[in-house]
């Protein structure tokens, strides 16, 4: 048997065979004991601590030659990785144990094997939240089916319970992702009803049964046999339809050729609803306004007050335009001075705080509906993930509108001592948003200022006070990429929770640890690498809490951002406010 590997932090490596109690028996010679002595030491030095799950040997050379040459194996080990993370008080794994490589199959065996039905069991999270990876889902239920047993006796009624407890802890972990898979309902189907004969002869499978009848609820595409037998007529769970009207968009209204307001709709909005939110948001007339959608070929279509703007995908049916009744533009971004110093008014007068509290209360509504499991569809498997990700993106999106926001107050400001005045705001709220641990508006605020059109205002920059340029600096360091962005790593573990990352640094991550380490070795799955991953989107799990409350005074500002999102016309307007030397 080929000797099994495992990832870590970024290379593919051959372990050394971990010696413990749990496998003493099995070696010999004065061989075995070495091993054991030398693993004694190492936990001494690395102080490892008590492990709940045994160790697995590694099956060694000798062993394999013994076994049949078409029989599938699994080998395990510690999770190296782990334990140097261990010293983080913030680290949010309490299992040390991993499945190193296997054959799908065989890893969903020995997890089975193991399976404590009282109590929670990380190996079996990292499982579940990353199977996707190295299986369909397809696949998955048809090995649940395998592992089921048919014949009698006590230990076939303990795999019975392992095998529906997993159904059921990734099922509920899933809900959302499998309520249309056609796989899992008729998976689901079979599974009950294979449950139903067992209960003649183990009738202790009740709780079972009535636990797997819930989670059935979920799917509501049932025969009308089986609907009749589980009593779904008055808990079939909304249409794919009413799930849809709930979900939420930035829609993206262009108001001039290079510039949009952004605004947080939901994706059933009609064009009326929509264009009657941007009139009220540019003070215009609703009576003078039309909205519009540009194809990608470049015909512009008018759109009805009842047409709908997104599809079930959540593509909008083109870039959307709001125009004046003769289709000329509702704004420009050179207006004149009496328009952009009313504009420049309106953020000034703003209370800082305020601002902040809004943006963060703006980010917690999106963070908190994001699930885990989005951060794996959208690293592996974004092509087939429609309406999967859709939290994930939208916070992302709102990230890179912030930065733009940003750019574009300073850089439509005409005057100088209301741009110093403006990063000076700025930067306070940068610093607000840090203070409540919103690390994904911080993020931007900062990126904003950082750019090269905005950076390059020397003379405004100049008229800075100090102590602000000083807590500029301060904030900067935090943004450093340098050293795998250490800074701001080691001050995201000493924050508090509830908190929000830096989303784009964390997908970054997921990233790296898929394109540094093979998912399969040797034709078996490389578990250590899917446990590393698994560590990363639980940082969601971990965040995701409640969050303290904010004023809605700035609400209508912070919702409806007006952002230039051409880098061209950016550059045009900072060379416009300071023209080169």
Known sequence: MKPSHR????????PRAVSSEANKEGSSGSGGSDSASRAEEGAKATKVPTFDVPYFRYIDEEESEGEGDGEEVWSSSRSLSSIEDDSSSDSVVSDRYVVVS?????????????????????????????????MSTSDLCQALLGQYPFTSGKEVLDRKRQVLHLVTQWTTLYRDFLREDEHVKLFMKTLYRFLLDDLYEYPTLEKEQKDLQKLLRMFSHTSKALSHQLSLKENVLPTRGTQR?????????????????????????????????????LDVPLEELVLLAVTYPGEKLLLKPQDRLYSDSLTAVGRLHVCRKDLSEVMSPFTDNAELQQRSARMLSMNTWDVAVTLTNFDWSVFNSIHEQELVYFTFSRHASSGHTVALELLLQRC??????????????????????????????AAHCKAQRNLNSFFAIVMGLNTAAVSRLSQTWEKVPGKFKKLFLELEMLTDPSLNHKAYRDAFKKTKTPKIPFLPLLLKDITFIHEGNKTFLDNLVNFEKLHMIADTVRLIRHCQEDHMGGSPEVQAYVDYLHVIDNQQTLFELSHRLEPRV
């Open 7 to 14: 990832a870590h932090r970024g290379e593919i490596r051959k």
């Open 245 to 281: 009207e709930t979900r939420e968009v930035l829609c993206h209204v262009y108001v001039s050729m290079d510039s949009y307001l952004s605004v947080r709709s939901l994706a059933s909005v009609v064009a009326q609803g929509l264009l009657q939110e941007v009139a009220e948001r």
């Open 102 to 134: 296997g054959t799908p199959e065989k890893i969903l065996e020995h997890l089975l094997s193991v399976l404590r039905l009282d109590n929670h069991q990380p190996l079996l999270d990292d499982f579940l939240l990353t199977y996707l990876v190295f």
């Open 400 to 429: 890179n509108e912030v930065q733009l926001w940003v750019m574009t107050e300073v850089l439509m400001c005409p005057t100088l001592c209301n741009r110093v005045q403006l990063i000076k705001k700025f930067i306070k709220i």
